[in-house]
Nanobody
């Protein structure tokens, strides 16, 4: 069973930076994309940033220009560098990997890491 483990969340003042990391417990075959989602209380999880196996990236409008997603295939790790953080970025952030190791597509999720931005 593949596990994704996030780290790097915490409390930061507005304008500050955090770097989230997500490492997979084992190599995942045939990854389609890796990404970061966030969830506000009482809301559905939403995409923050994603990177495909080909290296293409996609960002939520709120993340463009401030957040950068990157991946290290050799380390089975995906990162989210978050700069110029705002109080409205406060949420639980989840790592996601979508892969097709068999005939089926799988979505793997991390346990989530809290990011709190104080004003």
């Amino acid at each position: 069973q593949v596990q994704l483990v996030e780290s790097g969340g915490g409390l930061v003042q507005a304008g500050g930076s955090l770097r989230l990391s997500c490492v997979a417990s084992e190599s995942i075959f045939n990854i389609i994309a890796m990404g970061w989602y966030r969830q506000f209380p009482g809301k559905q999880r939403e995409l923050v940033a994603a990177v495909t196996s080909g290296g293409s990236t996609d960002y939520a409008d709120s993340a463009k220009g401030r957040f950068t997603i990157s991946r290290d295939n050799a380390k089975n790790t995906v990162y989210l560098q978050m700069n110029s953080l705002k109080p409205e970025d406060t949420a639980v952030y989840y790592c996601n990997t979508r892969a097709k190791p068999t005939a089926w597509i799988y979505n793997y999720w991390g346990q989530g890491t809290q990011v709190t931005v104080s004003s």
